[in-house]
Structures are given as structure tokens and as C-alpha cells.
């Protein structure tokens, strides 16, 4: 559905040679998503999570080094308290692989050598897209109840530990700069997740257009054996992880649910010149019957 073109890194090569005074740097590429090694080159870096609520607003920054070593910053803050919390976490990231015949890892297992009263977790790791110069990636934590994240949970200490419960998708995002030059659709209508605003004052709604309804799973999934987080990293395929820059009407409406939320699913309507008319809301749904699961937010870990 996209046509991809990156920008020359040529012309900003010769941009560079002529201004000596700027630093230039030619637009990033994906890795190889399809080698350990791209995977490597794809998770090394800082990456940021930021939540809020109606009384607290909580963040992690991720880092990462070549070796897959990790250290994690968690803050929170009170809107209803002078207060500030902050934790600083360090540990040590291995690859593993749902499917034991599958070519690359798709499991970050992380331990925590420095604190073993800490619980790391097993996370599924999923490349959603890239927006505004930023990459994202959504991890699942899978295995156990309680995980690193559970420090993200405001109810934290209830369920002992220290911490609480970690959200079901833990969204990542990654400063790189990378640009693409891909025209929005016109005259169309079609779903994608929405993954935010530009970071200028454009006023640009970043759209990743994506096949919905996703194929259906196998007959023989269970969420009770398999796990509920397997279904979650496929609610929706997603053939080229790159997002476009829509701009929107005037009187754009938003139907469905309030306002846009990141990294949910909506019908997308835009006009001739490839403006949003109209974003319809589009809640997950299972593809297939996996026997009687209730509740919005169900906790079924290996």
C-alpha cells in the first residue's frame, strides 16, 4: 500500500561538505529484522516510556548497550502530592525463542544480577513502527504475575514485593531522526494505529496503515496454555512498519471513544487531498472463539 522512498543520503553528504559548521546525518534504515544481528542493532540505544494519570504521571528510560546489558530509570510523580520517587535498576537482557525452530529470537529474558529480591521478567518484543523521527517498539511481559515493569503499576505495593502488576503492552519509543518521504492516501478509506502528533506545531496525525481484521489464530490456541499476551502482539498485521504525516480537516471527527489514544486501531477517511475526515475507533476483538475469557484486562501468564 506504501510507497517507500528514503531521502538522499547523497544530497546530505554533499550538504555536509559544504557546511562545516552543522553536523549532517544521512536518515537511518531498519535493520534486518530477519538476523540476530539486526535485532541486536534495533535494541541497542535509549528508549522512553511515559504514562499519566489523573494523579500520577510515571516514565522509564530504557537503556541498552551493545551486550544487551540494561539499565532502567523509573520516575514517578504525584499531581496531587509534592512528591517524587525515582529507581534505577541495571540487568542483563539474553534472546529466546517462542517457537524453538524459528530463525530469530522474538523473547528478551531479563535477569537481575545486582538484586536478586527483584524479579526480571520475560517479555515478547514487538516492532511497531517508526513516527517523527522516532522508532517504537511494544514489549509483553509474559511468564510470571509480577516483573521489572510492575514498578509502573501506582497501586504498587498490594501485591507485595514492592511493586505491583505491569501494564499488558509496555509502548517504547526511540529518538533516531529518521525520515521518510511517503505520500498520505487520498480519497480512501482504510484502518490504521494511531501513534501520535508531530513534534512540531503542524498539527500532523502520524497514521500506520495496517490489514485488519489480522488472520485469524490457530484452532488450537488457548489463552489459558498458549497465553493471553501471544494474542496480543497479533491484534493487528502491519506490512510496512513505517508511519505517514496526515494532516486534518477542520472539523475532523473523532468517533468512538474521545480522544486519539497511541498505538490504538481506527477506521481512517481522508479526502482528495489526503486530509483526515473522519477517525472511527476500532476495539480489539479475538479473531477466533479461545473458550470464556472475561474482563478487560485478563492476566494469563505461562
Known sequence: MKKLILKSAVLILLLAATVSTLSWAAPKTLPDMNTEAGIREYLIGEWYFYNTSDREYYSVRMTIDKDLGVRFDFTTSSRTKATKTADVITGQFSFDRYDDKAPVPDILQLELPNDRSLVGGNFFFVPRTVFDGRRVMSLFPIGQDLD???????????????????????????ETGEEYD?????????????WGRGKADTGAVWLDDITWPPAPLPDSFNPFYDGWYRFLTTRYENETPISVAYAATDGMRIEGGGDLRQGEAYLVKTNGRGEIITMRHVPYAPPITRGTVTGDRVRMRA
Open 182 to 194: 511517503i505520500a498520505p492516501l487520498t480519497n480512501a478509506e482504510f484502518y490504521a494505529v494511531y
Open 148 to 174: 521489572v515493569f510492575g514498578l509502573l503499576d501506582p497501586s504498587g505495593y498490594d501485591v507485595g514485593f514492592g511493586w505491583g502488576y505491569s501494564p499488558d503492552e509496555i509502548i517504547f519509543i526511540k
